[in-house]
């Protein structure tokens, strides 16, 4: 895993194995009755994890110290240094111990290209 899955190409599994599959007729479609969310990004996880709910702040990490007051939006922390939010709203903070992302729900796709240009330049050791 660690020798061949980083040379892989990045690629959607809908396009790398799904539709290639169907195209040759190895495609084999099944109902089922489930929710389904297609996790995506920041924006896309944060109302996953508030079951749909504006308002509240997600917070993910298991040493995540937050002190919030009308605060909304997510909060993924790998460290134990206390953060306070305070009237942000749809906030995305990502804090690790090389990086700090912070960001907007409305700008949760622009992460990628922050991803992109950290490896142009490379940075790519904080992702």
Do not use: C
Request: overall charge negative; hydrophobic content about 45%; proline content about 3%.
């Amino acid at each position: 895993m660690d020798r061949i899955w980083p040379g892989l190409k990045k690629i959607a599994i809908d396009y790398a194995v799904a539709e290639p599959a169907a195209e040759r007729g190895h495609l084999a479609v099944i109902p089922g009755h489930f929710d389904w969310d297609d996790v995506g990004d920041f924006a896309s996880l944060t109302k996953l994890i508030n079951h749909g709910r504006k308002n509240d702040l997600a917070v993910l990490g298991p040493r995540a110290r937050v002190l919030t007051d009308a605060a909304s939006g997510i909060l993924v922390s790998q460290t134990s240094r206390v953060i306070s939010l305070v009237g942000v709203k749809d906030i995305i903070v990502v804090d690790t111990d090389d990086a700090l992302l912070v960001t907007t729900v409305e700008h949760a796709q622009r992460v990628k290209g922050v991803v992109e240009s950290l490896k142009l330049t490379g940075r790519g050791d904080v992702l």
